[in-house]
């Protein structure tokens, strides 16, 4: 019985610890090292120099020539979500917030957390929008 808690204990506790990590991940390592996204619990934030409008009008464009099925859009006064579906039924999440500093913060979530398609659907956004 002992034994049985203290490997729940444990389990909890790096439960925890990995939802709570934050890993950072270069946006252009060629030409800027210090120009970095975060990626934590599943999600891809990232900064991008543009306005919310500018960003949601190019991501739907890349997100309906990528092939993703969007289900919805929410325009609220601080942020803008990209709600849709992609092959294999996975939830995709865009989430589109104007910064303090100015420019934006785009954040991305596909399926329960997919780093490399992610990166791939942030790196065409901000390219599109430069």
């Not at 942020?79 to 996975?90: L, P």
């Not at 589109?96 to 659907?121: D, H, K, M, V």
């Amino acid at each position: 019985m002992l034994a049985h808690k203290l490997l729940l204990s444990l389990g909890t506790t790096a439960l925890i610890a990995l939802m709570g990590c934050t890993t950072p991940v270069a946006i252009d390592p060629v030409h800027s090292s210090e120009d970095t996204a975060a990626y934590r619990a599943g999600t891809f934030t990232g900064p991008i120099n543009a306005s919310p409008e500018r960003i949601f009008i190019q991501a739907i464009r890349i997100m309906d020539r990528e092939g993703y099925f969007r289900t919805g859009e929410l325009h609220r006064p601080n942020d803008i979500s990209i709600f849709a579906r992609r092959v294999g039924d996975e939830r995709v999440t865009v989430r589109i917030r104007a910064a303090e500093e100015g420019g934006s913060n785009i954040s991305i979530r596909i399926g329960r957390g997919n780093l490399p398609e992610s990166q791939s659907l942030y790196s065409k956004i901000r390219a599109a929008v430069r």
